[in-house]
């Protein structure tokens, strides 16, 4: 069985889904080619949504105006989403919290961070311990104090997702999902993808965004690729039908000698995620009772009343980090035929639409010297070097 189009998509998780749309919308035919039986199963199904400025520490620095462009673009791409797909994605913008529990962990926020943050282009706020909790009175009585990051948006990634796939339908994208992709090869004239039920599709273009796997498809990332496992789990506040909280809350705490990083992220339903673990190079998607027991104690120590809210759903989901956990946009083979979109580690919802705009950028051949230059802070052929653990925000 052989199909044709413009363009191949492996991998129809919010990046996958994100990019064509962005393609279709510009009169390219598109097939997406997904492993799993739904659409946004993988890192898509198990992020916990921020859209994100300063929160993760690869936000700031080389990939800050990539994160600024894509912040500037989410309202717009919303809008748009909703007109084509019908359905609207509630999201929350009161901006992140994050808090110190203690003074040690204050004079690192003051001393450590904030600089970064102020050298970014995102506003921060600098917060006493009762201005923190006069925003999120459940907040520990153990805060001395924090930052109120406004810009930061959250959204419920499944709603995203729900979105994207009515997209993709209404749009006429072409999605065969149940169907792996086994090879990715290119020539001059073209390029194909392999599945593994023997189908071919042939394409101008192959895009390869299948998360931590993409490796697999490209050897020339296998290297620089690698799964980052987190888990969440989600809690619900009793009595209400609205966001539980008006922020999404974050801090890093240590405690004979380990870091957690409790993240609590609001729902517009009453359901609260609450996150996240880090485990750098495991790539099994299995929720453990250690896992769980983890985030239970940190975000009791964030917020002690939510160790009280009753747990609906515990997943885990793998991020797809590159070496330096900034992502890998551009052609990787000498053809410019197969194309990279991968390594967003914990960033696929916040960099979705600018990933998008940037993918179609280099399909088109057309770009300014701005979008030059976030591409140049993607592009596959640079020279990795390993990133120092940030803190993590999304499994």
């Known amino acids: 069985m052989r199909e044709t189009c413009d363009v191949a998509i492996v991998g129809g998780g919010v990046i996958g889904c994100a990019i064509a749309h962005r393609i279709r919308s510009e009169g390219r035919s598109v097939v997406i080619v997904e492993a799993a039986p739904k659409l946004g199963l993988g890192a898509s199904d198990a992020a916990m949504g921020g859209i994100l400025t300063q929160t993760e520490g690869s936000c700031l620095g ?6 600024k462009y894509s912040r500037d673009l989410y309202p717009g791409w919303l809008d748009e989403l909703a007109e084509v797909s019908g359905f609207e994605v509630a999201v929350l913008d009161g901006g992140d919290i994050q808090v ?25 706020e600098q917060l006493t311990a009762a201005e923190a909790r006069s925003l999120e009175p459940l907040l520990s009585e153990a805060v001395v104090g924090g930052f109120l990051l406004p810009e930061e948006l959250a959204l419920d990634p499944r709603e995203l997702m729900e979105a994207l796939r009515r997209t993709m339908e209404r749009a006429g994208v072409g999605v065969r999902v149940g169907d792996r ?34 490796g697999r498809l490209l050897p020339s990332l296998a290297d620089v690729m690698l799964p980052i496992k987190g888990e969440a789990f989600n809690v619900r506040r009793p009595g209400f039908t609205t966001y539980p909280l008006r922020h999404h809350v974050f801090a890093e705490i ?7 990083y409790p993240y609590l992220v609001p729902r517009h339903d009453g359901r609260l995620a609450v996150g996240v673990t880090y485990e750098e190079g495991v790539g099994d ?8 027991d983890e985030i239970s104690r940190w975000a009791a120590t964030l917020m002690p ?13 793998l991020r797809p980090a590159s070496a330096d956990h900034i992502p890998i946009i551009g052609y990787v083979d000498d053809h410019r035929r197969l194309l990279a979109a991968t390594g967003h580690a914990g960033l696929g919802v916040t960099l979705a639409p600018a990933t998008a705009e940037l993918v179609s950028a280099v399909l088109n051949g057309r770009a300014d010297e701005e979008t030059r230059d976030r591409l140049d802070i993607c592009r596959p052929d640079r020279s990795f070097t390993t990133a120092p653990t940030p803190a993590p925000t999304a499994p």
């Open 62 to 67: 080389r990939l800050s105006p990539v994160i």
């Open 100 to 124: 110190a529990l203690d003074d040690d962990e204050m004079t690192r926020l003051e001393t450590v961070v904030l600089p970064k943050w102020v050298a970014s282009p995102f506003a921060v």
């Open 181 to 214: 992709a086994l090879r990715v090869a290119s020539s001059p004239e073209g390029a194909l993808v392999e599945l593994h039920d023997g189908g071919v599709i042939h394409a101008g273009t192959v895009v390869v965004a299948a998360g931590h796997l993409s």
């Open 254 to 260: 240590t405690s004979d000698g380990h870091t957690g």
């Open 285 to 292: 998607p299995t929720p453990t009772a250690a896992g769980r």
């Open 305 to 317: 009343a939510v160790a009280e809210w009753p747990i609906e759903h515990h997943w885990a989901g």
